[in-house]
T-cell receptor
Framework: AQTVTQSQPEMSVQEAETVTLSCTYDTSESDYYLFWYKQPPSRQMILVIRQEAYKQQNATENRFSVNFQKAAKSFSLKISDSQLGDAAMYFCAYRSATPGNSGGSNYKLTFGKGTLLTVNP | EAQVTQNPRYLITVTGKKLTVTCSQNMNHEYMSWYRQDPGLGLRQIYYSMNVEVTDKGDVPEGYKVSRKEKRNFPLILESPSPNQTSLYFC????????????????FGAGSRLTVL
């Protein structure tokens, strides 16, 4: 079974600075997808960025970018020019690209425990 | 607006009183699933559905039932709720589990906070 580990329970950053959140995962698969979701105090789960494992190029979405190291099974999120609205819980998640033996069991998102990001003004 | 809608958003109930949390999506997604979020345990999958009339257990299915009679709806049923089912519940959907261009991205509902006394 796949596992996702976020080793930083909490992080803080000054407004306008850059912060990197760490994520490692364990899998024997070669084809999969990785995601970062943001959960603000409203509890809504919001997609921040996604990465296909077959793509070597790191994904970027405005101020958010990832450092995807497939061999090391590492998927960190970099937030540049941090804003107060970035304060939230951030979850790293893994999703298989193959259905599994029971026709879909592998399609679940496996989440890390989350990193709580505080942005200081 | 493309979205996943859950109801109720908040519910306090008592042990043993059957309840249903509804989930509806307007994106013609084939894949739907339910998660529960608990402090220290993260999000865990309860049930999922690959399409109409196709459902299967996730990691923590005990005490829950689901049905998928229509493509857009995927209700979560607690036949006899117990206090250990107090949690934050999320419904999520995607086109399927594979593919590119976002077909594999799960869209989440706003969450349903359930308290069982």
């Amino acid at each position: 079974a796949q596992t996702v580990t976020q080793s930083q329970p909490e992080m803080s950053v000054q407004e306008a600075e850059t912060v990197t959140l760490s994520c490692t995962y364990d899998t024997s698969e070669s084809d999969y997808y990785l995601f970062w979701y943001k959960q603000p105090p409203s509890r809504q789960m919001i997609l921040v960025i996604r990465q296909e494992a077959y793509k070597q190029q790191n994904a970027t979405e405005n101020r958010f970018s990832v450092n995807f190291q497939k061999a090391a099974k590492s998927f960190s999120l970099k937030i540049s020019d941090s804003q107060l609205g970035d304060a939230a819980m951030y979850f790293c998640a893994y999703r298989s690209a193959t259905p599994g033996n029971s026709g879909g069991s592998n399609y679940k998102l496996t989440f890390g425990k989350g990193t709580l990001l505080t942005v200081n003004p | 607006e493309a979205q996943v809608t859950q109801n109720p958003r908040y519910l306090i109930t008592v042990t043993g009183k059957k309840l249903t949390v509804t989930c509806s999506q307007n994106m013609n997604h084939e894949y739907m699933s339910w998660y529960r979020q608990d402090p220290g345990l993260g999000l865990r999958q309860i049930y999922y559905s690959m399409n109409v009339e196709v459902t299967d257990k996730g990691d923590v299915p005990e005490g829950y039932k689901v049905s998928r009679k229509e493509k857009r709806n995927f209700p979560l049923i607690l036949e006899s709720p117990s206090p250990n089912q107090t949690s934050l519940y999320f419904c999520a959907s995607s086109f399927d589990g594979t593919g590119s261009s976002g077909a594999n991205v799960l869209t989440f509902g706003a969450g349903s906070r359930l308290t069982v006394l």
